[in-house]
């Protein structure tokens, strides 16, 4: 296996009884990358995660953390690997320090060391302030922090997070997302989110997964292409016919809006924005609007989602 390749799935399956929960997906999370797995609830998600982590055994397929079988070898492949729930593993009645020394023994770092792993996790997580504070008196921010901690502690390869910024408000999500991205400078961050902008925030690459396949890979640089504009709104005091403005270069089609203004739709690298306001100019159309319209990634997401749901519903 290629030593950038931090985690190996392959054709993993998950039945609950006759339901299968994930079907086939296979993937690969090299060092240094930040994967977003994106998908609606009850996608797939989370048992993808607790496959990955070891907490569930795949019904068939195979999973590799830092080259080490996780169904052969799991004590040594988990021991590679951080892990953040969705609902962090906190024991809300101990102070933070007093719970990242006993995850630091949990994860048995040597004795002599784990009193500068607990500072190191502390230090990186911005927990300084509240070391001494009990867990169930901290906000969700800084009880997603903690759970992070611990998640870090012993310096996994692979840290694994489920939703790790449920609930939180906008000032927390912008320094959960941070810290994210710094973790990812020594790491393999897996992150699961049903959060669009959290993916383009943070992710290197994104994953859609939808009644248990993966139905996208792509880079963030992929998705960005796909989220090119590819229609324009153009408003005009003296609009010319259909057929005049289908004569454009590259159009494919038109739509008339209520308000009366007009959708131009055109194929990739056809713009077709050049020849408009010439013409607009020399042949007296008057153009008074020119928005240029861009895919968002929600409309990305709900279109391969809500094709792939269409075909099941037919096949």
């Not at 949990?106 to 996790?121: G, K």
């Not at 993916?199 to 880079?219: E, F, S």
């Not at 077709?272 to 008057?286: F, K, M, Q, T």
Request: proline content about 5%; aromatic content about 4%.
């Amino acid at each position: 296996m290629n030593q950038d390749v931090l985690v190996r799935a392959e054709q993993l399956y998950r039945y609950y009884g006759e339901h299968c929960a994930v079907k086939d997906v296979s993937f690969d999370v090299r060092r240094g990358e930040v994967l977003g797995l994106l998908g609606p609830n009850g996608a797939g998600k989370s048992t993808t995660m607790q496959i990955l982590t070891g907490n569930l055994a795949p019904s068939s397929g195979q999973v590799w953390i830092n080259g080490i079988d996780l169904l052969d070898k799991p004590k040594q492949a988990k021991h590679g690997l951080g892990y953040l729930p969705e609902d962090p593993p906190l024991y809300r009645e101990l102070a933070v320090k007093e719970y990242l020394s006993l995850c630091a023994r949990l994860n048995r770092i040597p004795q002599n060391q784990q009193a500068s792993a607990v500072e190191m996790v502390i230090e990186r997580c911005g927990l300084k302030d509240v070391t001494y504070r009990l867990i169930g008196n901290l906000s969700k921010g800084y009880q997603q922090r903690v759970g992070i901690a611990q998640a870090i502690i012993h310096s996994p390869a692979v840290i694994i997070l489920d939703e790790p910024t449920v609930g939180l408000d906008p000032i927390q999500i912008r320094e959960i997302r941070d810290l994210i991205r710094q973790l990812a400078q020594e790491h393999s961050v897996i992150l699961s989110t049903h959060i669009l902008p959290e993916v383009q925030a943070i992710c290197d690459r994104v994953q859609i997964i939808n009644q248990g396949k993966l139905v996208l890979t792509d880079t963030i640089v992929g998705l960005s292409q796909r989220m090119q504009t590819t229609s324009i709104l153009i408003k005009l005091d003296n609009p010319p016919t259909k057929e005049m403005l289908m004569s454009l270069k590259g159009i494919d089609s038109i739509d008339i809006e209520r308000d009366g203004r007009i959708r131009l739709c055109y194929g990739p690298e056809q713009d077709p924005v050049d020849e408009l306001v010439y013409r607009s100019v020399n042949e007296g159309w008057r153009l008074r609007e020119l928005t240029p319209e861009r895919h968002t990634l929600e409309e990305i997401f709900v279109a391969i989602t809500q094709t792939q749901d269409s075909q099941e519903i037919v096949s």
